[in-house]
């Protein structure tokens, strides 16, 4: 197993987990979390690989990163992925819109019927026949 | 071949590979690249994310596991992912049908179609 960049100061993966961590503003850091770990494990087996395939230690950490490609693309693929979609932005605005509607009118009804109500109870108190139906 | 030699059946080639056995990105890559004998390419800025997304679309599932001394996430199928992998390989060998018998025609007779 090859030695982590940690152990050896820094190397081509610590930079690019790095670069992987600068560009992920954005994220929520349990999604950055596991992002890092996921592309960490996965440049140290393909250098893993290329060092036991012949190539030196910083050879195979630079071949790994290479094919890693760039932190940028993989982060833009996550941020696209975890965006929430127009359509269900503007589903959940009509939802809360007919919400609050659907409150306002309830409001409105009670209101009609507690005045109703009150008129009909406070009206003989206070001398009236009129009731209102 | 690269992501777009592939696009839409990215999931397909996904979901078959680990639908033999569960398996880190690293290693759903490389068993790309070996079973195609290196036609198929993939890069981890794609394959990463559509892994990702077949997860968060229930088609699998995902756990932490220490692999050979390190901390790696492992991917399987789910029972929906199955479905849906018998689903895209059925519509993968109607299309491959239409597309071979659209090969096949004899050069003649395509003229004349035309």
Redesign the interface.
Known sequence: MIPSSADQGAGAIEDCLAGLLRTSAGLQHRQLRHLIAEAEAHLRDDAEAAHAAGAAVYDAELKAVARFGQAMSLVSAERKRLATPISVLLRQVMLTGLLLGGVGAISVGASGIVDVGVVNDLDPMLGHDQRVP | MKVDGVKGHLDLLLLGILNHTPG???AVI?ALREQTDGMLEL????V??AL??LE?AGLLSSE?QPV??????LYRLTRAGEVSLGAERRDWQALVVAVESVLRLPRARSADAL
Do not use: F
């Open positions: 880190h990105g690293y490389s890069t981890e800025g794609a990463y994310p990702h997304r968060d932490w050979a001394g390190r901390r790696r996430r």
